[in-house]
């Protein structure tokens, strides 16, 4: 095979072991592009709006680093990373984007504004979320005022972009809230540590992307989001 398509199968099983077939010649594509069509607009909206957030809030609290970088727009071009949109079309169901630079130099209170900056991401996604879920209740109650054609080519597709983006956004909430640098719940919790023990636990970044791979290697991100995110959706629909 050529190399992006030895390349791809073996990020996949890095990354999501139980979604690899190992047959690629049985792969049916019209599913798989359905699928991405469909958590596109939820997931590029979701992890732009988290973003957008995180420097939005930075630059209230005095820190116009943001700003300054052309980052406080929801063009999802300039907040892409290309690692995480492979990584969407691989799972249609996780990406990330670059993080949003924040200089904590210019806050005020450093500790309490960063943990106000590191929130504002993911109670951006549950607010999409219930927006989303909004949305979705609001098409149900409208469809049987639809003609047929209409119900198939316009109805459903935007009620299965609703339920998408309301499982998405609590999937990134939730993913972004778990307690390990990079993420945003290690440094909400590193604001209410000692400054020492604070210190040393970030220090573990320079290994988190290894252990978030290891993680999701393991299927343990897998389970917990299950776990915790399972019965939520559940119980919404």
């Not at 996780?94 to 450093?110: L, S, T």
């Not at 636990?201 to 299927?219: H, K, N, P, S, V």
Request: charged content about 10%; overall charge positive.
């Amino acid at each position: 095979l050529p190399m992006p398509h030895r390349l791809l199968p073996f990020l996949a099983y890095c990354l999501f072991p139980p979604l690899v077939i190992a047959d690629f010649s049985m792969f049916d594509i019209a599913p798989i592009i359905k699928e991405i069509a469909i958590f596109a607009v939820p997931m590029f909206l979701g992890i732009t709006c988290h973003e957008v957030a995180h420097g939005y809030v930075a630059y209230l609290l005095g820190d116009p680093t943001a700003k300054n970088a052309g980052r406080l727009t929801l063009n999802p071009i300039k907040h892409l990373d290309p690692v995480g949109t492979l990584v969407f079309i691989l799972t249609r169901r996780i990406g990330w984007a670059k993080p949003v630079p924040v200089d904590p130099r210019y806050f005020q209170n450093p500790r309490r504004d960063m943990v106000l900056v590191s929130v504002a991401g993911p109670v951006t996604n549950f607010i999409l979320a219930a927006l989303f879920y909004g949305l979705y209740l609001g098409l149900l109650a409208f469809g049987p005022s639809f003609s047929q054609s209409m119900q198939h080519s316009l109805l459903v597709p935007l009620v299965n972009i609703a339920g998408a983006g309301t499982l998405v956004n609590i999937v990134l909430g939730v993913f972004n809230l778990l307690p390990l640098p990079p993420l945003d719940g290690s440094k909400i919790l590193a604001g209410f540590l000692p400054r020492h023990l604070a210190y040393q636990y970030l220090q573990i970044e320079r290994y988190g992307f290894i252990i978030l791979i290891l993680l999701a290697m393991t299927g343990v991100f897998g389970k917990f989001l299950n776990a915790v995110v399972g019965p939520v959706y559940s119980m919404l629909f």
